[in-house]
């Protein structure tokens, strides 16, 4: 199984700086990711990410502490909320683990993109690179993008138009379940991962690398579920269940939410070159290191689907240099507040479910 994205259309940085390559050679990416890679950018961070996968783990052993040390307690929904947040970010470091944004070896990417994913917070690692870097490929492209397949979701109106029944109910409130639907978004993350290692779907993993990931999904199941029922009695273990389980679907929705829903989509027999195609379908968020944290860098989308493989911290250095070049190249940037994003994706998912709504017209 690969798990690279290809940063198409790059060529060789000129290793001392010394050259400038000709005006207008090549394409309008193999320009810019010259000037990308002279600003050295592209480097790993091997200090920031000791930092942050320490600092992580470290905030994860604290929160199981707690569960173990406070016992029987309504005070473990506290300690859920919190788990639920360390999970969100455990999980963004194994995205960039995924994307090779940690270190130079494949191996060690691998590795640890399989301890945070597969075992700390039970997602499957080979199952969501696999999908992921379909997305990366061919972003809002319909018929590609697994991310707006359809599904509890219509992402547009032609698969709005076939529901029926309360399948057409849903997609009709869609936008007013948007978010409650995301307290689901955890546990349908689990059961596809694991679907996907059982009937090998959705990824080219061999045989063996299935089942080390099944064993680590396995020792989390077993240890996370023995914690929560050896320590609760029943009723408060499943309402931690829940709590947990929700926000954590909840934190993950949140933050991938705004990158791509509501922007433009491509339909199969358009022609648009790499460039255009990773800029118009992403949008950004505006805000400052706060920001950063809580989104885990995917406020730079733009950023991040142009150059893949770029450190996160090095993202937000990169933006107003991609910014002014798609200015000069009269490329659309787009950019707005967090709050305005949820504005505008679920103004998306409305207008989406206009035709299963008769009292209108569409």
Known sequence: MTTDI????????????TTKPPPHRGSDYA????????????????????VKVGANLLLLAAGWTAFALIGQSWWQLLTAAF?????????????????????????????????????LIGLSYGWWIAKHNRHHSHPNHVDHDPDIADGAIAFTQDQARVRRGAYAWLGRHQAWLFFPMLLLEGLALHVAGVKALFDGSGTRASLKSRVAQASLLTAH????????????????????LLVHQGLFGLYMGCSFAPNHKGMPLFAKDDKIDFLRRQVLTSRNIRGHRVTDFALGGLNYQIEHHLFPSMPRPSLRHAQELVRTFCARHGIAYHETGLIDSYAQ????????????RPELEY
């Open 345 to 356: 994706v679920l103004r998306h998912l409305h207008a989406v479910g206009g035709p299963l």
């Open 83 to 119: 788990l639920a947040v360390m999970f969100t970010q455990t999980g963004f470091i194994g995205h960039d683990a995924g994307h090779h944004q940690i270190a130079a070896s494949k191996r060690v990417n691998d590795l640890l993109g399989r301890v945070h994913a597969d075992l």
């Open 221 to 240: 199941l077993v240890g996370y579920l023995t914690a929560v029922f050896w320590v609760l009695p029943p009723v408060q273990a499943v309402c931690f």
């Open 6 to 17: 290809i940063n198409r259309g790059t060529e060789p940085a000129d290793p001392a700086g």
């Open 31 to 50: 320009a810019l990711s010259r000037e990308v890679k002279r600003s050295g950018l592209l480097k790993r961070r091997p200090g920031y990410y000791s």
